[in-house]
T-cell receptor, first 113, second 117 residues
Framework: DAKTTQPNSMESNEEEPVHLPCNHS???????IHWYRQLPSQGPEYVIH???SNVNNRMASLAIAEDRKSSTLILHRATLRDAAVYYC??????????????FGTGTSLTVIP | GAVVSQHPSWVICKSGTSVKIECRSL??????MFWYRQFPKQSLMLMAT?????????EQGVEKDKFLINHASLTLSTLTVTSAHPEDSSFYIC?????????????FGPGTRLTVL
């Protein structure tokens, strides 16, 4: 499975935008880019996913580079409840795959009041 | 929405005993569920893929005889940790796959914290 690289940690001030980067230089044509986040002692929560085009939802925006070798999760206004570990995961929807998620180390986001 | 529950949320057991953890999809049917393990300060590690009505597929290095998985219905998968030892203490998380129109999304349970004394 294609791997992702994320910074171990980032900080943001409350109510400011946050840009969380993810590198996935070995991404294949059938890999979707997913973002999940995990609060302490909880299961991961879906944030957003995309394939080629930028995506927006109520939680965040996903900006995907034209060559798809990197992406950025954008939280438009960070709140204290956004403090979590954010995982960027590639999932292959090609034939003969099991749709498994293989989590990397993620980025621990600290939001400063 | 889609809700996945786990039971129990935490369990403490003696070394050598077996522990069963349930994973339920409450408002959708899931032919595929996944089991993960997470040690403190580490990421989630996929243990196995559970398919309804068939044997689970285990990831490399995961002992299938120690971690028994049963996916007997479209809403329930169970993980049994047999002859548990302190090194099996961990946070166990399941997820269930929901078939959407053009995408299969995974919904995660809240996790079960296992402590083996």
């Amino acid at each position: 499975d294609a791997k992702t690289t994320q910074p171990n940690s980032m900080e943001s001030n409350e109510e400011e935008p946050v840009h969380l980067p993810c590198n996935h230089s070995t991404i294949s044509g059938t890999d979707y880019i997913h973002w999940y986040r995990q609060l302490p002692s909880q299961g991961p929560e879906y944030v957003i996913h995309g394939l080629t085009s930028n995506v927006n939802n109520r939680m965040a925006s996903l900006a995907i580079a034209e060559d798809r070798k990197s992406s950025t999760l954008i939280l438009h206004r960070a709140t204290l409840r956004d403090a979590a570990v954010y995982y960027c995961i590639l999932r292959d929807f090609g034939a003969n795959t099991g749709n498994q998620f293989y989590f990397g180390t993620g980025t621990s986001l600290t939001v400063i009041p | 929405g889609a809700v996945v529950s786990q039971h129990p949320s935490w369990v403490i057991c003696k070394s050598g005993t077996s522990v069963k953890i349930e994973c339920r999809s409450l408002d959708f049917q899931a032919t595929t569920m996944f089991w993960y393990r997470q040690f403190p300060k580490q990421s989630l590690m996929l243990m196995a893929t559970s398919n309804e009505g068939s044997k689970a597929t285990y990831e490399q290095g995961v002992e299938k005889d120690k971690f028994l998985i049963n996916h007997a219905s479209l809403t329930l998968s169970t993980l049994t940790v047999t002859s548990a030892h302190p090194e099996d203490s961990s946070f166990y998380i399941c997820s269930a796959e929901k078939n959407l129109v053009s995408y299969n999304e995974q919904f995660f349970g809240p996790g079960t914290r296992l402590t083996v004394l």
